[in-house]
């Protein structure tokens, strides 16, 4: 997993579950536990950006309270182009952890 602070919220990168460890849910472990690194640095929202094809893994960040924000298309150089959309899942923290 790999994920860094922008602004209010908590961008995540890159997250990777070995194939046959998959459906076993450490893919929501992993969001819970990013839920609460965000709460604890007091940041709203997590988000993400993922390929527009993969069905799959869109679907289960949706199961999983993310929202998609729609398409966003980024030049990364070389003729390369990321085809994505952004999704965002907000993050719930005490009213008085923001003070």
Known sequence: MGVQSKGEELFLSKIYIEA???????????IQFLENLAANHKLGEISLTVNKNN??????????????????????????IMDDFKMEKIVLFSADTRN
Do not use: C
């Not at 046959?20 to 992993?30: E, F, H, I, Q, V």
């Not at 869109?58 to 390369?80: C, S, W």
């Open 55 to 80: 069905i799959k893994t869109i679907t289960a960040y949706e199961k999983m309270g993310f929202k998609n924000l729609g398409p966003v298309i980024q030049n990364i150089g070389n003729g390369f």
């Open 20 to 30: 046959s460890k998959r459906g076993k849910g450490l893919g929501k472990k992993a």
